[in-house]
């Protein structure tokens, strides 16, 4: 069975920090690049960011760069999602998902459940 358990979501109030973990188990880890999702009510599906299998290979959406950092620990099967200086529109449900693809597309061969961010004013 494929597993993909997202934690460390949480209300928090602007400018503050958070670290989401991304944990993988039933699948190869290493053979798969993963992303990082979020999708905020009534809005569409929105790139966060991605690592590739290795973990010396990322990239992220505009609306996160530069605080957002993407990192991958192999021998744990976890990636982590470092999100800094957080603004209210950050607020959305969180989601990684594994791809064999390289950039990680919109359709990765798995998804996890999601953790909810709350970031206030």
């Known amino acids: 069975q494929v597993y993909l358990v997202e934690s460390g979501g949480g209300l928090v109030q602007a400018g503050d920090s958070l670290r989401l973990s991304c944990a993988a188990s039933?699948?190869?880890?290493?053979?798969?690049?993963i992303g990082w999702f979020r999708q905020a009510p009534g809005k569409e599906r929105e790139f966060v960011g991605g690592?590739?299998?290795?973990?010396?290979?990322?990239y992220y959406g505009d609306s996160v760069k530069g605080r957002f950092t993407i990192s991958r620990d192999n021998t744990k099967n976890t990636v982590y999602l470092q999100m800094n200086s957080l603004k209210p529109e950050d607020t959305a449900v969180y989601r990684c998902?594994?791809?064999?693809?390289?950039?990680?597309?919109?359709?990765?061969?798995?998804w996890g459940q999601g953790t909810q961010v709350t970031v206030s004013s």
């Open positions: 039933g699948f190869t880890f290493i053979e798969y690049n």
């Open positions: 998902a594994a791809d064999h693809a390289w950039p990680v597309t919109t359709l990765p061969n798995y």
């Open positions: 690592v590739n299998r290795y973990g010396d290979v990322n």
